[in-house]
Structure formats: C-alpha cells, structure tokens
C-alpha cells in the first residue's frame, strides 16, 4: 500500500510520518530530504535544486523525478511507500501515475499562520537531523548527538512565504485530484492527538 501526505509546510508531515512508519513499516519518502542528502553531499544534483529551495520555489519536475525514481528503485520500497512533499503539483501526480499507485492520501490542515510560527520556531540538528522547536527548547546544542542546532535557509520568513504560496496555488488542487481516497486531519492538536485517527484508519486499511 502506497499512502500520501498533503499539507502546508510546517503542519507536521515529517512528525506524522516517522509515527506511520514506526507501526505499519511504510517508507517515507521525502523529496525534501532526499535534496537535502545530496546537498550535504554537495552532489550536483543537489546543488542544481538548491538555488530553487533556498528562494522556497519548486525544483524543476525533471530534476525532482530523477531522485525519486532512484529512491523507488531501492529495495525497501517494495513494502509500501509514504509520499511526502511529492506530487506537489497537478503536472507531479500526472507524472507519479506513471510510475506507482497511490491508495490513500492523508490531508494535514493547520492555519497558515500557524505552519509560519512552527517553521520560525524549527532547528534542524547539523549532526543527526534531529528537529526541534525553540518554544520548547531553548539550547542551541541537539540533546541527543552533541551537534549544533541551525535554521533552514528555507525557513526564513521570506521563502516561508513563497512555499506557502506554491502550496496553495500548485499543491492545494491535489485535493480535488484525490478526492476519492482523501482522509482529512487537523494537526492543531498535539503530535499524538493528530496521529490516533490515522493510525485507526490505516489499522482499517491494512486488514
Ligand atoms: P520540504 O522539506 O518538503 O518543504 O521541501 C523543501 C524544498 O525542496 C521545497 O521548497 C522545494 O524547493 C524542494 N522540493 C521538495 N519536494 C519537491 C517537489 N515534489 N517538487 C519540487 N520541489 C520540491
């Protein structure tokens, strides 16, 4: 089973997926991630998709397809996937249809506000890519491996706002794409709170 996670940047993807992947084994994909890994390995590729994802604007679809695809092609996936961040586009969903299935998709709702106060907030572990939140920890040191707590050149307050404007013009038609297997969600709550529905859902799902 191929599962989908759509939401504004910021509501809490990545939190929703390590709990998915922790109690039903589906890999999560991140394209996000996956730019990120190539950049810290200063391959071309990424360095290509940096110059788009530090000014918060989509990298091109032929780019973005080549490092998905090779993350597909991986063994692993052949147990079920989590898309996150990917298709961010109708023209994406068109392109993913040709490659795999997607049977539900997941949709985080939170304000925009909201998601712009999270991703102010986020620090991001140099080390071990651990996240946290500087509302609820203050030291610029990750607790778990010693490494030093940075900010996302993309979570300035001015590529925040062009992502969020990307998501709501580029990404938010997905819902009516989808609209046949759409499970919807609020992330207001805390990050347990938010996944009990899914995991009740997914539970369903997976009989
Ligand atoms: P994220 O961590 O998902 O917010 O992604 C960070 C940045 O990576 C985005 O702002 C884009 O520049 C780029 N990116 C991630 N996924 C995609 C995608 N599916 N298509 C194009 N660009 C993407």
């Known amino acids: 089973m191929n599962i ?47 110059e788009y994802m530090d000014k918060g604007l989509l990298v091109p679809l032929e780019l973005t397809l080549k490092i998905l695809k090779a993350r597909l092609s991986q063994p692993d996936c052949k147990r079920g996937v989590m898309f996150d961040g990917f298709p961010r586009s109708i023209e994406q969903a068109e392109a993913l249809k040709e490659i795999t299935n997607v049977d539900w998709v997941i949709k985080i709702d939170l304000p925009y506000e909201e998601c712009i106060n999270r991703m102010l907030s986020r620090r991001v572990c140099k080390g071990c890519g651990a996240i946290y939140s500087t509302t609820t920890y203050s030291s610029d040191t990750c607790e778990k491996c010693g490494g030093k707590l940075v900010q996302r050149d993309d979570d300035k307050l001015d590529a925040i706002k062009t992502r969020l404007e990307v998501y709501d013009k580029q990404t938010t038609p997905l819902i009516d794409f989808y609209a046949d297997r759409l499970f919807v969600i609020s992330s207001q709550d ?15 799902k997976m009989k």
Do not use: C, H, M
């Open 190 to 204: 805390d990050p347990e709170d938010t996944y009990k529905p899914v995991k009740d859902f997914l539970k369903g």
């Open 4 to 50: 989908l996670l759509i939401g504004p940047q910021g509501s809490g993807k990545g939190t929703l997926a390590k709990k998915i992947n922790r109690d039903f084994g589906l890999v999560p994909i991140s394209t996000g991630d996956l730019f990120r890994e190539l950049i810290a390995k200063k391959e071309k590729l990424g360095l290509e998709a940096k």
